[in-house]
């Protein structure tokens, strides 16, 4: 466990005027410590450009209602406190700034680890040898594919970045893990919390309450921006099925078009337990999904094994045989989704359960 005092500050890192999933479970950390645990706790965004935006707080994370601070001196660099910071190289980098306070590192993904060690230099000799060879031969001699949804490229990462031998790691007092997949990746790292994130916005259990299944279509929605080159291929395969991008679209506008559809499918990596599939589901969608990243696991992603498929080309004739059947046996293959829907809408309070086994409250 993790003391923390009744004078105790917590400080939690996220980059500033910047919204993803990470940064959304950072602001829901920092939320819940104060309102369920009565820990004062911080936002502390960092690389905040006050020439550009008026304030650090993105738009999308208001919601929360956080207290912030852009910078942290000695006077808060004191054992008491505690700082936590994301596993990006950006947030771990700041551990080195400070002796005295209680370094946690918070695993949202693996893959982001590694992926944001890439730096210019990474990029720089690839691209000057194709230049060369376009000007010479006219077309490029490296295949410089630095596709982050990409196995191949997550392997050569992990060969070139041993995280045992990292020395910034190495500063944390402690590490929380918000996957089952990376609670094993990052198995070396002492001591080690299971902390995983229930990653919905409360807007989408709202809606699942009021759900009418009998509006439901038979449509496809998927993530464009995720697995693309082998949904596309799903796409051109079922040209008789309607397939529905998610992209572009407001808060509003997905629960919308989920609470329409009754598929969704994702072909993409899972460097985390991910949200949109969540979402999905929470709204009454079936949901398909391949078996990289956390989607290769069932404590992550805890759909039945039968709606989890390799993307494979061989594989497509049976993702539309499982699309048709969600179509034509939908209120029972929505059946076959109810404990993953009840593990989201019990997520918040997970969540505060497991808050509370970390961080423990003490007399000094």
């Known amino acids: 466990m993790i003391e923390v005092y009744t004078d105790s500050k917590i400080y939690v890192a996220c980059p500033a005027n910047f919204a993803t999933g990470g940064p959304e479970l950072l602001h829901q950390l920092a939320y819940h410590l104060r309102k369920d645990l009565s820990i004062d706790a911080y936002m502390y965004y960092y690389n905040f450009d006050d020439r550009i935006f008026e304030t650090p707080v993105h738009p999308e994370y208001k919601m929360y209602g956080n207290p912030f601070v852009t910078n942290l001196n000695e006077v808060e ?5 505690i700082i936590i910071v994301p596993e990006v190289r950006d947030g771990i980098n700041l551990l080195q700034y400070f002796k005295n306070i209680r370094k946690g590192i918070w695993f949202l993904s693996v893959d982001n680890y590694y992926l944001s060690q890439l730096t210019k230099k990474d990029f720089f000799i690839p691209r000057a040898i194709n230049k060369i060879a376009k000007f010479l031969f006219g077309k490029p001699l490296i295949n410089f594919d630095f596709d982050i949804t990409s196995e191949k490229i997550l392997k050569k990462l ?3 970045y041993d995280y045992t031998k990292d020395p910034l790691l190495k500063l944390s007092d402690f590490y929380m893990n918000n996957s089952y997949r990376g609670l094993k990746w990052f198995s070396d790292l002492k001591p080690m919390y299971y902390l995983p994130d229930y990653y919905v916005n409360i807007r989408f259990i709202e809606e699942s309450y009021a759900l009418n299944l009998n509006s439901k279509k038979n449509i496809v929605a998927y993530n464009p921006k995720k697995g ?4 596309k291929k799903i796409i051109e395969f079922a040209d008789d099925i309607v397939f529905v991008p998610i992209e572009n679209m407001t808060r509003e506008e997905v629960i919308n078009l989920l609470k329409e559809v009754k598929v969704y499918i994702d072909f993409g990596h899972f460097p985390g337990p991910e949200r949109i599939p969540k979402e999905a589901a929470i709204l009454g969608c079936c949901v398909i999904t391949g078996k990289r990243g956390c989607a290769g696991f069932y404590e992550d992603v805890p759909i039945p094994n039968e709606y989890k498929f390799e993307d494979r080309e061989e594989n497509i004739p049976k993702i539309i045989d499982k699309i048709k059947d969600c179509f034509e046996n939908y209120e029972e293959r929505y059946k076959d989704f109810e ?10 309070q997970k969540f505060i359960e497991d808050l509370r086994k970390i961080f423990v409250k003490v007399e000094k």
């Open 339 to 348: 404990y993953y829907r009840e593990v989201i809408k019990n997520g918040p």
């Open 228 to 231: 693309y080159l082998f949904t």
């Open 158 to 160: 992990v060969e070139k």
């Open 77 to 81: 660099d004191i054992k008491k406190n």
